[in-house]
């Protein structure tokens, strides 16, 4: 058998190429891989500067009531017309997206956080408190987010800060669920053991060592609760039970009245649920192809 | 403001002399089923002594008679009344302070038992005087009755403390149904679960959120009535279910009211197969300020949350997307005891110069120390209109600076936290039936006196400027009386800010006849003289 020893100038030039991929190669790569990927970001990143930079952005109070201009069409004047407060539709749906991300970013990294911690928990000790702590998963889930979320607004009442909670709570089971799959492959190698016979605590072992070796699953499950997060505090708008008038949010301008002015003033309806749309959509193909980039597995296709 | 009185009784009646001329030019027909839809989940109880919805009046009031009543023709009418149990009208005796009722004989109650006098005045106890555990929504209205009795089968005789123009009007109260005594007297709470009367129609069967139905009482005691075989109630209360029921003919009519957007979408689509009836109404949002709650015990606040309010061109344009339309004061606009707009232009909140009226909102609210003010007004979460009037209320108050939060709550917490005052501002509602402004602004009286008042505030001011309006029987004394009463509320202790009277609007498909509109939704709800053109 003959043995073929590597060649070292072709070594150092893929050694070379790796020290060479800066983020701005990454970013690059992963635009020219997935160009979906990209337009979905692109979306966020828009309406994200959207929602920051909505003081600068919005051409009038979204708050204002104005009886002189009551249910406008699109024009010059109000780009996407007024509602039925004469309110401008374009300037709600701005000051809207600051909503939607503080919600859909504010629930996602909360419960997604949480749901990271007690999942490596659980996997790390195993035992009783997997088994019991599992469970209780299990019922968490066995509610479809928006009825949970229901239950949690019934309760705190209704508000940014509460529909925040509302979202978060039953996001952190699917979130534990998963890390706790990656974590059990975690806990088995051979440097959590070294931790442990160092003398490390359980708090140090989980956050400094096991933690970061799930991290992938859990971007990927964050970028999709982002939209999901969205979506169910649009949900909660339009039941009535979400942020209330006069606040700007998306699933809010969609309740009610807009069923009134539907085909007298459709505009009310259509902005606000093509800005749902496309921000989940945007995320949903960012995240996507966040996964297959992440992902070992996924890379190559 | 006399003449405005005079046009506004002029053109009802104009309206309801076309209205009766062209149903009286048709021969009622005989038969079939009215679908009708109630804005309501459902209703808290089926006892109408205990209630004061809709909810509980448009799924019950089918079923059972009542003492006297509008004129189910004439139900727009605010003086005239007529029998229903009774024979015929009594003439008041002992200096206007004793009133005899001759009660019909053959009436029965839908188990078959005889409906007397004694049935009717144990009814009435109830209603004004009900025992320990039991509740009575109207007490305060019959606060002038001393006593009620049946000295035979066939006599009920209320004995009045004082001779007042405000009792007939009470006494035709739509909520207050004539039960069978020896239910009532062994189980008083029986009738909140359980329907049970001697009206035009027979409870069949109810089903929880869904639906209430009843077949006709053959042995309704007026002749030919009713004329329809059977009712059904839908309880629906998102709008849009009941404007695509409308639409779509699964229901005839609803009773309540919807907005002028609801009806301009259907006439435009079914034409001339949806009829429209309008009204004033008797009732209206009030912005009521916990007086027990910094910085709302100042009045120099609750001032100032009053002049920050353009309510004369806030209530047209409301008017085009929410069933509000008229400015008025503490009574219904249409009375002769109302504020005249002039009138109404002297007080906090309906100064005729918007921009003169908030700058004192802010010098108000800088002296009272609390500038840019954040707090939260507590709203029901009911679209028609108290979603829309809040919404509202809060864009113009963001006018003087102030930040407001709206927490909209269902009706239930809704209730509680206006009982318990956990709140900053609550919008309310003021709904009245037979247009009585003499009891109907009761309202506004401290909650020790009217317990349904919750702003929190003890006024002795206040109710004494109200008892004296009460036992004032010139006409021109009692409306001065009432300005007065008025002016404190409103203008001096601002303990409440009245928003533009709503208007009710009543979509009916084509085919159903016989029903006509009145200021308030819940009168001429038993549904007897109504028939399907079919």
Redesign the interface.
């Known amino acids: 058998m003959t043995v073929v020893a590597p060649n070292p100038a072709k070594v150092l030039s893929e050694e070379t190429l790796v020290r060479e991929r800066t983020p701005l190669h990454l970013a690059l790569d992963f635009c020219r891989r997935k160009p979906l990927g990209t337009l979905g970001l692109v979306i966020v990143l828009v309406i994200m500067a959207a929602g920051i930079c909505a003081d600068w952005i919005a051409p009038f109070d979204p ?3 104005d ?1 002189n201009a ?1 249910m406008q069409a699109p024009s010059l004047v109000h780009l996407f017309g007024t509602d ?2 004469g309110r401008d539709i374009f300037s709600r749906l701005v000051f809207g997206a600051r909503t939607a991300m503080l919600v859909g970013f504010g629930s996602a990294v909360g419960g997604g956080l949480i749901g990271l911690v007690l999942g490596v928990a659980s996997a790390y000790f195993g035992g009783w408190f997997d088994l019991v702590f599992q469970r209780v998963l299990d019922v968490l889930m066995a509610f479809p987010l928006i009825i949970l979320a229901l239950a949690v607004v019934s309760v705190f ?3 940014v800060f509460n529909v925040m909670i509302a979202i978060t709570i039953p996001l952190i089971p699917r979130c534990g669920r998963v890390v706790r799959a990656s974590a059990l492959a975690v806990r088995e190698v051979p440097y959590v053991d070294a931790a442990r016979a160092l003398g490390f605590g359980h708090a140090r072992i989980i956050l400094r060592h096991m933690v970061p070796n799930v991290v992938a699953p859990f971007l990927i499950l964050l970028s999709a609760f982002v939209g999901q997060a969205i979506l169910a505090e649009a949900g909660l708008s339009y039941l ?1 039970l979400g942020v ?4 700007a949010a998306w699933g809010l301008m969609l309740q ?2 807009a ?3 539907a ?2 003033a459709p505009w009310i309806a259509i902005f606000p649920g093509l800005a749902i749309v496309f921000t989940v959509l945007g995320i949903s193909l960012f995240g996507d192809a966040l996964r297959d980039a992440i992902d070992p597995k996924l890379r190559d296709r | 403001m006399y003449v405005r009185t005079g046009l506004w009784a002029a053109g009802l009646g104009l309206a309801v002399a076309i209205a009766a001329g062209s149903a009286g030019a048709q021969t009622p027909k005989r038969g079939g089923t009215l679908t009708y839809v109630i804005p309501a989940d459902a209703p808290p109880s089926f006892d109408g002594h205990r209630e004061t919805t809709y909810a509980t009046v448009h799924a019950a009031a089918p079923y059972y008679s009542v003492l006297i009543r509008v004129p189910p023709d004439n139900p727009a009418s605010t003086t005239e009344f007529v029998c229903d149990l009774c024979t015929e009208m009594p003439t008041p005796t002992d200096g206007g302070k004793t009133y005899t009722f001759k009660i019909r004989e053959g009436v029965k109650f839908h188990d078959g038992s005889k409906l007397t006098a004694q049935d009717v005045a144990t009814s009435w106890n109830y209603i004004v005087f009900p025992p320990k555990g039991v509740s009575s929504a109207r007490v305060s209205y019959y606060e002038m009755v001393d006593k009620v009795e049946a000295p035979d089968d066939t006599t009920v005789v209320f004995h009045l403390k004082r001779a007042t123009n405000a009792f007939l009007p009470a006494l035709a109260d739509p909520y207050t149904w004539i039960y069978k005594k020896e239910i009532l007297e062994k189980d008083p709470h029986w009738f909140e679960k359980n329907i049970m009367g001697s009206g035009p129609f027979k409870f069949v069967s109810y089903e929880v959120g869904q639906s209430i139905k009843g077949v006709r009482n053959p042995d309704y005691y007026h002749k030919g009535q009713p004329y329809l075989d059977a009712i059904v109630g839908i309880f629906a209360d998102k ?2 279910v009941r ?1 695509d029921a409308l639409r779509a003919d699964r229901a005839a009519i609803e009773f309540r009211g919807l ?1 002028p ?2 009806r ?2 259907l006439v435009k689509e079914a034409g001339a197969d949806i009829v429209v009836q309008d009204s004033d109404w008797n009732c209206g949002n009030i912005l009521t300020p916990n007086h027990k709650k910094k910085p709302f015990d100042d009045v120099r606040v609750r001032r100032a949350l009053a002049l920050a309010i353009d309510q004369w ?2 209530a047209p ?1 409301l008017a ?2 929410a069933n509000v339309r008229t400015v008025g004061g503490i009574v219904f606009p249409g009375s002769p005891l109302a504020a005249t707009k002039e009138e109404l232009q002297q007080m906090a909140g309906y100064w005729p110069d918007i921009e003169k009226s908030r700058a004192e909102a802010r010098r108000l609210l800088k002296e009272a120390g609390v500038e840019g003010l954040k707090f939260e007004l507590l709203n029901r ?1 009911v ?1 028609q209109p108290y ?2 009037v ?3 209320a ?3 108050w ?1 006018k003087i600076g102030l930040n407001v ?5 269902p009706t239930g917490p809704w209730f509680s936290n206006m009982r318990a005052g956990t709140f900053d501002v609550v919008l309310e509602a003021n709904c009245a039936s037979v247009v009585n402004p003499l009891l109907d602004t009761g309202k506004y009286l401290p909650a020790k006196v009217y317990p349904e008042n919750y702003g929190q505030f003890d006024d002795d001011k206040s109710v004494e400027l109200y008892e004296k309006m009460q036992t004032e029987i010139d006409p021109k004394k009692q409306r001065d009386d009432m300005r007065a009463f008025e002016k404190h509320t409103l203008d001096t202790m601002v303990h409440e800010i009245v928003l533009p009277y709503w208007y009710r609007i009543i979509l009916e498909r084509s085919y159903v006849k016989g029903w006509k509109i009145s200021p308030s939704h819940y009168l001429n709800q038993d549904l007897a003289n109504i028939w399907l053109d079919k």
């Open positions: 708050e204002e009531n009886f009551m039925q407060f009442g209704t508000g009535g209330q008038e006069p606040v009610g009245s069923e009134d002015y085909t007298t | 709008q849009s404007v907005p957007s609801a301009d979408q061109k806030g344009a085009k997307i979460n679209d979603k829309f809040g919404t509202w809060i864009g113009e963001k939060e709206q927490k909209v709550v």
